[in-house]
């Protein structure tokens, strides 16, 4: 009894003097213990002003900051509806640490539903960052999300599927920027998440000032950051979602932010040769393969009609490999992307 008595104050001023102080981020205030949700304001410039619907999950206990991001563009589905519902299940009385959830990255694309560009000013979000708080409206979001997300988070996921004209299998990136520490925490990231097909790629900018993607900021400012790719063609099926999800949860246990053992990927598939296949020609698009289907080198990926139903180009492997995606609609400009074809390597990473 004497030792019961003793020990509830103790016990008390512990939890005090280890819970984590509140967050701010863009104007949202999260305090220990709680689930907060808003707007962080893009301002007006050049043109007008926008908003990025975000919400902070803070634990009671001490942990690190994961960012998860949805939304760069607004026509992929699978991630944005995951994270909606992982901000309610979240539960911040479990939590060490915290999940700051970008729900939509770029509000005018999902809005308007357009593929690839903001349809204010026509630019790719994960193709312009750092971001310039003078620029036009995707850069001024690139910008506010550098500042306010990913200075403020210790690690981040990307979260992309096929867009609304990609037919995608899932797999996602490891991204290596010659900094052994970033790269291998980022190596064991895509191993946690789950997809057995994994990209290496190591031709990403190293400036930081010229990081061009999202989860490449994170990893040039020092913070290991992967993309994930998990759905495509405007889909809500639960299939992509799902796997999302598990993806997440499984990283939160990685990390020790939930309690659980954590599993990884046991028999990866690294791809580390792959090539995104554009077009030569603009025209009427019809896919000959189907995403995911091994493929020789020379196999038939696809043909291009002029607008009259004359065939004008054809688009072939390079090499023998996966198709981690390939279009599924007719639409196709020249310079466009039709496919990404990768070939496994039989080397253990
Ligand atoms: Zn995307």
């Known amino acids: 009894m ?31 213990g ?43 589905y699978s991630p944005i509806l995951a994270l909606n519902r992982l901000a309610k299940k979240f539960d911040p009385t479990q939590l060490r640490g915290t999940v700051i959830i970008v729900h939509v990255s770029n509000m005018p694309s999902y809005m308007r539903r357009t593929v690839y560009y903001n349809p204010w000013d026509w630019k790719n979000l994960n193709r312009v960052y750092p971001g310039k708080p003078d620029g036009t409206v995707t850069e001024r979001i690139a910008h506010v999300i550098t500042k306010n997300i990913i200075e403020q988070c210790d690690y981040l ?41 994994i990209v290496i790629d190591d031709e990403r900018p190293r400036d930081p000032g010229q990081s061009v993607y999202c989860s490449n900021t994170a990893a040039t400012r020092g913070k290991p950051a992967i993309t994930v790719e998990s759905g495509g063609l405007g889909s809500m099926d639960e299939e ?8 997440i949860w499984n990283l939160l246990r990685h990390f020790s932010m939930i309690d659980g053992k954590p599993s990884y990927v046991e028999h990866p598939i690294w791809i580390e040769r792959s090539e995104v296949l554009r077009s030569a020609v ?49 639409p196709i400009n020249a310079g466009e992307p039709v496919a990404f074809v990768g070939q496994p390597t039989n080397e253990a990473r």
Request: aromatic fraction near 10%.
């Open 34 to 76: 709680t689930r907060t949700s808003g707007f962080i304001p893009v301002p007006a410039g050049v043109d007008s002003a926008t908003h990025i619907p975000v919400t902070i999950v803070r634990g009671t206990r001490p942990g690190p900051v994961l960012a998860l991001v949805a939304g760069t563009h607004g026509y992929e």
């Open 157 to 197: 996921v990307d979260l992309h599927c096929g867009d609304g004209n990609e037919s995608l299998r899932p797999y996602s990136y490891w991204m290596k920027i010659d900094n052994p520490s970033v790269d291998e925490v980022s190596k064991q990231m895509t191993l946690a998440f789950g997809f057995d097909h």
């Open 2 to 32: 004497m030792l019961l008595v003793l020990s509830i104050p103790f016990f008390l001023h512990y939890a005090v003097a280890q819970e984590p102080k509140a967050l701010s981020i863009g104007g949202i205030q999260a305090k220990a």
């Open 240 to 247: 992509w979602i799902d796997y999302i999800e598990n993806g």
């Open 282 to 330: 603009t025209g009427v698009l019809l896919p000959r393969v189907k995403r995911g289907e091994y493929v020789q080198k020379g196999t038939l990926l696809a043909v291009i009609n002029d607008f009259f139903g004359n065939q004008i180009a054809e688009v072939r492997a390079p090499f023998a490999g996966v198709l981690l995606y390939i279009l599924g609609t007719p």
